[in-house]
């Protein structure tokens, strides 16, 4: 049986202690930087979701030795570069492995033809073709440079890129084509963007040169440097971390820990943004592990009070403002979001999605192109109202959103295509549970 829907209902309070599933941006790079060292890199924690092992898959079909060991351990023997596949590399739903894959590919003398699921052959793959091409890939696509798309890779070199969106895949994409690139490669990021593919470089042997400017950054690497096999553990994921404690927060007397969180600086503009809500969040275990910094993160049920969530915090939280959007629902007064244009152009248009599940669960909000406010039910004489069937466009995020909202709302709230939520988060629905909240299926 395959489940039509998931309804989540108003539960009592959440409680207890779980894992966050590994961290979905530091799996991809783990694979893909092991595809393209020598020798053999033995990954822990790996996210066994649907968009990771798609990365996987697609490692082996360039060339890698790719094993699954056991629960999240993978064993990833490289060949020190990529070979020609011989079919089609399917992305499915996964923007991250396409646009690092197609960067750590350019280098190579090979074509590769990539596709991905309907939301990924939508979304915009000229943000990383234009640089690719500047160093020397060339490629054929369809309008607007979406997928299914093939890239001819080959010699490339020296680019100096000044990045025109905050965009982390578009910086990976560079520095990886730059590894094959005569000269190397320089990224500009005018605002800082997360930096996991800097830190796991130098974790396999690359040296990396990163200078701060003003609130960005400037990432210089060499061509031509070698990448040796190693260890990798993948702390829990902040994103995928925020769904249970979001719930905690909203859910009258709930107390909930996630354990090994990711604090990386440059992910954690959601805590910071629920502090300043008045959420009662504490860190605890804070520790290094593998160069990026881990904790044990706490919340309990908070009286939260809407904010202004200022445009240079975007890029550390940008997976997160559909939750946020949920505890601002909850919160008393409004929250404004601002320099949130590229939530658009993820695995679904985000602002409007969003806009229209809280609005049909009887939240107010106001979207415009680059913003969006939630006006909180706190305080006001009816709570959130619940009571809705949610279109996700096949979107994780946007179905978790509105599942965790439905732990709190008044009536029960309905997600299509629950299935895309493994993409990111397998085991979501059972963790949710497990800390007492309400989710159903509904047979197809
Ligand atoms: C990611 C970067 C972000 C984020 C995505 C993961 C990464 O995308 O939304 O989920 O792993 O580099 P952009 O680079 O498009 O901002």
């Known amino acids: 049986m395959t489940a039509a829907a998931l309804t989540a209902r108003r539960a009592g309070p959440l409680k207890g202690r779980v894992r966050a599933p590994g961290d979905k941006s530091i799996s991809h790079r783990a694979l893909i930087l092991g595809a393209l060292a020598s020798g053999v890199t033995e990954i822990e924690g790996l996210l066994e979701g649907d968009d990771v092992k798609r990365t996987a898959a697609a490692m082996a079909s360039f060339g890698a030795g790719v094993e699954r060991l056991g629960d999240g351990c993978w064993r990833v023997e490289g060949r020190g570069g990529f070979a020609e596949p011989s079919d089609v590399v399917d992305c499915g739903n996964a923007g991250t492995g396409v646009r690092l894959i197609m960067g750590a590919a350019a280098g190579f003398d090979l074509a ?177 592990e593998g160069g990026e910094t881990v904790a044990d993160v706490t919340a309990r049920y908070s009286e939260l009070e809407g904010v202004e969530v200022p445009p240079e915090r975007a890029p550390s939280m940008i997976d997160e403002y559909p939750i946020l959007a ?80 439905g732990q709190a709302a008044e009536r029960p709230v309905s997600v299509d295509e629950p299935g895309m939520i493994a993409t990111s988060f397998p085991g979501f629905v059972q963790l949710i549970q497990g800390l007492g909240g309400e989710i159903a299926e509904e047979a197809a």
């Open 326 to 405: 949920v505890a601002a629902a909850f919160a008393r007064g409004r929250t404004t979001m601002r320099g949130i244009g590229e939530m658009r152009v993820k695995e679904s248009d985000r602002i409007a999605l969003m806009a229209a599940g809280l609005t049909a669960c009887g939240v107010e909000v106001e979207e415009g192109p680059e913003h969006m406010t939630v006006v909180g039910a706190k305080g006001a004489d009816h709570p959130v109202a619940g009571g809705a069937r949610i279109t996700t466009h096949g979107d994780h995020r946007i179905a978790m959103s509105h599942l965790i909202l």
């Open 112 to 288: 590769a033809t990539f596709t991905g699921d309907a939301s990924l052959r939508g979304r915009p793959m000229n943000r990383v073709l234009k640089p690719l091409g500047e160093m020397g890939a060339t490629w054929i696509a369809r309008g607007g440079g979406r997928l299914p798309l093939t890239l001819k890779g080959g010699a490339l070199k020296r680019i100096a890129y000044r990045l025109p969106e905050p965009s982390a895949q578009v910086k990976s994409a560079v520095l990886l084509a730059g590894l094959q690139a005569n000269g190397g490669a320089e990224v500009i990021e005018p605002e800082a963007t997360r930096d996991h593919t800097e830190r796991m470089l130098r974790a396999f042997g690359v040296e990396v040169d990163v200078t701060e400017e003003g609130g960005g950054r400037r990432i210089v690497l060499a061509g031509g440097q070698k990448l040796t096999g190693t260890r990798v553990r993948v702390p829990g994921d902040p994103s995928s971390a925020a769904f249970p404690l979001v719930a905690a927060l909203i859910t009258p007397g709930s107390e909930v820990t996630v354990e090994g969180v990711l604090l990386n600086a440059l992910r954690i503009g959601l805590l910071d943004t629920l502090g300043e809500m008045g959420a009662d969040l504490s860190v605890t275990n804070l520790r290094d």
